[in-house]
């Protein structure tokens, strides 16, 4: 496969502006290239899918992990995965969801339909990094993950509750309920330096 | 060496925090600065402010006339709720869960009022942080 050593280039796909820009300095700082898109239409262009003549062609760069949020008008991160899936040239990279909504029956689909993983939004840099790590281990593994998927039966969901199993990359479910969240994160937090600012001068 | 900007912006930052403004993702935000980076946080709450005007707006027009389309008001909300949580903005995205509790229920005035409130956190959460982001750049002059 061709990429510097170490070095992913990922496709982030979302429609939101504001999580476009903290995905792509989430991915940056886990040394990875990325290129970003509004749209699985885009998406599909950049990947050289969409059917229409694009004047320009990819543009060399190879992709090698697909990141799209799962809600998006027009082409839903689902409907991304399965043209992905559905096409021979690019079935072998790896797709990851993310969505703000834990919906199991959602998440099973997509992990049935060959998403890598799920990730719950917002996503942390752990979650990049670990992923990073996961799809570096994983590019010499291509005919076991490909057996899995032909295998066809559901896959097991690797979503898990709790942090406890590191065999197999898991979304940890992060407080999305904010009644939940203790106050006391409040106190915690007052500890905490003033963050990095630039020195001038 | 702390000087009387830093310890007055480290102030306004807790505050945010008690007083519940803003969450976790907010540090999450923070450490993703760095030397090379060292602004990023308000690049993206103001990249969330300009972006997130049109939805507001949006919305706005949406809940002035019937019949209302709940279905695209839930819509728009969960947008706008998705960036309010990518920010850490807490309050905000408390009023947007509860909008969106309106919305299914059909509850147009509950939406309505529940939508004031939603502007109301936005532009006190603007006003706070535009306000501690001045005090802390001004406190890194000194250093």
């Known amino acids: 496969m061709e990429k510097m050593a170490n070095e992913l280039h990922v496709l982030a796909v979302d429609d939101s502006h504001v999580d476009r820009k903290v995905i792509e300095r989430l991915l940056k700082i886990s040394s990875c290239k990325v290129t970003a898109v509004e749209s699985g239409r885009r998406a599909l262009q950049y990947l050289g899918l969409d059917g229409e003549k694009t004047s320009v062609g990819i543009d060399g760069l190879k992709v090698n992990l697909i990141l799209t949020d799962y809600s998006m008008p027009g082409m839903t991160g689902y409907e991304l995965l399965k043209k992905i899936k559905e096409s021979s040239a690019l079935s072998k990279i790896p797709v990851v969801i993310m969505s703000s909504e834990k919906i199991l029956p959602r998440i099973d689909r997509c992990l049935e339909e060959g998403a890598e993983e799920f990730l719950l939004k917002p996503v942390k840099l752990s979650d990049v990094k670990r992923l990073r790590d996961f799809i570096l281990r994983g590019e010499g593994d291509n005919e076991e993950t490909e057996k899995k998927i032909k295998e066809g039966s559901s896959r097991k969901r690797k979503f898990h509750e709790d942090s406890s199993t590191q065999s197999m990359p898991s979304s940890l479910v992060t407080g999305h309920d904010i009644q939940s969240k203790p106050e006391s994160s409040a106190a915690s937090v007052s500890q905490q330096p003033l963050p990095k600012q630039p020195k001038i001068g | ?143």
Not at chain 2, 54 to 62: D, G, T, V
Not at chain 2, 85 to 108: L, M, P
Not at chain 2, 110 to 133: D, M, P, R
């Open chain 2, 1 to 143: 060496m702390e000087n009387q900007k830093q310890r007055q912006a480290a102030y306004l930052r807790r505050s945010l925090f008690d007083q519940g403004y803003i969450d976790d993702q907010f540090i999450h935000l923070e450490e993703l600065q760095d030397d090379a980076n060292p602004n990023f946080v308000e690049e993206v709450v103001n990249l969330f402010y300009t972006d997130s005007a049109r939805l507001i707006r949006n919305i706005e027009l949406a809940l002035e006339n019937g019949p209302y389309d709940f279905t695209r008001l839930d819509n728009m909300m969960y947008q706008f709720k998705g960036s309010s949580s990518s920010i850490g903005a807490r309050r905000v995205k408390r009023q947007c869960c509860q909008f969106q509790e309106y919305c299914n229920a059909k509850n147009i005035e509950g939406c309505k009022n529940t939508f004031q409130g939603v502007k109301q956190e936005y532009n006190t959460l603007k006003t706070k942080l535009e306000a501690y982001f001045q005090m802390a750049r001004e406190g890194s002059h000194y250093v």
